[in-house]
């Protein structure tokens, strides 16, 4: 057997079947919910090493995440940038396009809308608001466009450059910070308080919920809708499960891979954007880390599927704020979230190898 | 330049190669059996966290090391365990043992010890002047008068490059990387050959997080390796997986790396963090210098299916 007759198994396995199923809707959440029960229970023993007790331990993350109105609105705050970046990482990942830089790119996006939030301050709300989250979202296409530009011109395979930027982009927020948009004499690098009408507006009044949240639910229908229903999406379906094919049926593998980075470097940068303007309120260093990572453990919980990247974005928004609050009252390390993250990555990619693999035979 | 200058450029260029080469090590014999390695930078990670932790509960730098390999072994066995039994995706496997890694590392670091981080300082591994050489002038301070570790990277090129080119095992690690039916066809195993492999990457890949936590800095943090392992990758692409050629690579990340921290003390308008970006930038750089003559191994990637 030749070794281009193999596919490279984790899209083709995704894009082979197809999504619309009855059954086979049922047979993926039945696969994410025991990839999540598995890791939980991993994440149980961790908890019994580290001398804690998992059923407490579990019960105070359960509490933190659902026990007040106030929790629940700080859980769906941490949700939104994970299901805006994640649905852009789950399209990209359809292409088989391994865009891991997210977190570069959320970063970029957080810094360029501060800076129109901090410079054009004299404008009223309704416009500095999507100034401020375009500039962010462009901001985060020209950061995603790098890696594109050096997979698509050089052939630098793409993980290795959003990897890289990653650091970069991490660096740039610290670069800034103590440099033009740094507060002078705050203790920690931040930029200085936004003007007001520059602050998300809360979309419950009296919470910390911010309507961040609308925006992500809005592009995830978007992405599900382009996805399945245009030329534009039908073609990463199809450069996804085979680039010859693609090429047969006069599909650009460079147009595509293009946009489709654009797009989630697009998404990554308006969560960037959402993330200082809803939440810090300010740019501050660091904001961005472990977010585009988390993108991806959600993108394939949700097994790739646009719109299932909503309930697996708010899962892990939730374990996070629920991990918080555990680490608060009982101490135990809210790290257990990275380890969750990790295993239940670990389980569903080797479940969507068993299952291409019996397909197959 | 003068001479004073040289000799520290060139002592820190190897200084920061050397945990590189270790894990760039790893990766080529990963790679070279078809399995991507992006994983390396977890199993860096836990090297460093179980190296450290190790040689802070026992008191002893022999079992840190030890420990170090069989950590980032442990987290290659994840890797290998996934890829080759599952057949999971080479690359976001990779990148889930790195969050994996992140994660049991810093959560390790607290649970062990009552919930809270501890403070860890640990002796590091000191200075082994050679006799004779190390009075050389350049060469004896540079390359004769460096710790334990620097001396067991670099030596450790030659035999993997013997390994991989003139031994009967070599030979078949990479035959498997190239046409693992083939391979399969005149008698070998591919699948344990990947899995042996990758946790072989893992073991050397920790090896070179130990030289961090105990041989640079005598301590560990979270999350420490900072992207070390993804640098490494580039190294090996530099050196298109050969032992030889990756050990420049590493240098040159490590000469680039080491010029640009001189560079501070020069008082240019640059802030630390601008001169923090140049390794990223110089591999990326690099990486798009070599475009398209880069040719990895044939199956790299792609599991092998008995038809």
Same mark, same amino acid.
């Given at each position: ?7 490279? @198994? ?88 391994? @865009? ?143 680039? +010859? ?20 470097? +697009? ?37 790739? @599927? ?56 | ?22 894990? *760039? ?51 290659? *066995? ?25 994660? $049991?590392?810093?959560?390790? $670091? ?51 490059? $013997? ?145």
């Amino acid at each position: 057997m030749a070794p281009t007759d193999q596919p490279a @198994n984790l899209t083709e396995a995704a894009v082979i079947r197809s999504d619309h199923k009855m059954s086979d809707f049922w047979r993926r959440l039945a696969l994410a919910g025991l990839a999540i029960l598995l890791s939980l229970l991993f994440g149980a023993v961790a908890i019994f090493v580290s001398g804690k007790n998992p059923v407490l331990a579990y019960w105070s993350l359960l509490k933190g995440a659902f026990g007040s109105v106030d929790s629940i609105a700080f859980a769906l705050n941490k949700s939104t940038p994970y299901i805006l970046t994640g649905v852009g990482v789950a399209l990209c990942f359809r292409a088989r396009v391994i @865009n891991i830089g997210g977190e570069g790119q959320i970063a970029v996006g957080g810094i360029a809308a501060s800076w129109v939030a901090l410079n054009a301050s004299d404008l009223p709300g309704f416009c500095l608001i999507p100034l401020a989250i375009l500039a962010g979202s462009v901001a985060g296409a020209a950061w995603a466009a790098i890696p594109a530009a050096m997979r698509l011109t050089r052939g630098v395979h793409e993980v290795l450059g959003t990897l890289l930027l990653n650091f970069v982009g991490l660096l740039m927020v610290s670069e800034v910070l103590h440099g033009p948009m740094g507060e002078v004499g705050a203790g920690f690098p931040q930029s200085p308080l936004f003007p007001e009408q520059a602050w998300l507006p809360a979309l419950v009044p009296g919470t910390d919920l911010h309507i961040g949240i609308i925006l992500a639910v809005l592009a995830v229908f978007a992405c599900h809708f382009a996805f399945w229903r245009t030329p534009f999406g039908f073609r990463l379906r199809l450069v996804g499960s085979s680039e +010859a094919a693609a090429a047969y049926a006069g599909v650009t593998f460079a147009r595509t891979v293009a946009g489709v980075m654009l797009l989630a470097g +697009a998404l990554a940068g308006v969560a960037g954007a959402i993330e200082v303007l809803g939440v810090h309120y300010r740019l501050i260093q660091g904001f961005s880390v472990g977010f585009g990572f988390n993108a991806v453990a959600i993108a394939l919980l949700a097994s790739l @599927n646009p719109i299932a990247v909503l309930p697996a974005g708010l899962f892990f928004g939730f374990l996070e704020a629920g991990a918080l609050a555990m680490q608060r009252e009982i101490g135990v390390p809210s790290s257990l979230v990275y380890v969750i993250q990790g295993l239940t990555m670990v389980f569903v990619l080797c479940a969507i190898g068993i299952s291409w693999r019996q397909q197959r035979i | 330049m003068d001479y004073a200058v040289l000799t520290e450029l060139l002592s820190a260029s190897i200084r920061i190669a050397t945990p590189l080469l270790l894990v *760039a090590l790893g990766g080529v014999i990963s790679e070279s059996g078809g399995t991507f390695a992006v994983g390396v930078e977890g199993m860096m990670l836990a090297g460093a966290f179980g190296g450290a932790v190790t040689t802070l509960v026992m008191k002893n730098i022999a079992f840190g090391l030890a420990a170090s390999c069989a950590s980032g072994a442990l987290v290659a *066995a994840v890797v290998a365990l996934a890829t080759v039994k599952f057949r999971a995706d080479h690359m976001v496997t990779g990148l889930a043992a790195n969050i994996l890694a992140l994660g $049991l590392t810093s959560f390790l $670091l607290r649970g062990l010890f009552g919930g809270k981080a501890p403070v860890i300082v640990l002796p590091t591994l000191g200075n082994i002047s050679i006799p004779w050489l190390s009075k050389l002038p350049l060469a004896g301070p540079v390359l004769f008068d460096e710790p334990l570790m620097t001396y067991v990277a670099f030596l450790l090129v030659i035999p993997v490059h $013997l390994f991989l080119r003139r031994t009967q095992a070599g030979l078949t690690l990479r035959a498997v990387g190239e046409n693992p039916a083939a391979a399969f066809s005149v008698g070998a195993d591919p699948d344990r050959i990947r899995m042996v492999a990758v946790i072989v990457c893992g073991a050397f890949a920790g090896l070179g997080g130990a030289v961090l936590s105990l041989q640079e800095l005598g301590t560990f943090t979270d999350g420490m390796t900072n992207g070390r392992g993804f640098l490494a990758l580039a190294a090996i692409i530099v050196g298109r997986w050969m032992p030889i050629r990756v050990m420049g690579g590493c240098l040159l990340i490590g000469a680039a790396s080491a010029l640009a921290l001189n560079i501070q003390g020069w008082g240019l308008p640059l802030s630390s963090y601008v001169i923090q970006m140049t390794p990223y930038l110089i591999a990326l750089a690099v990486l798009c210098g070599i475009g398209r003559k880069a040719r990895m191994p044939a199956a790299i990637g792609r599991p092998f299916i008995r038809s």
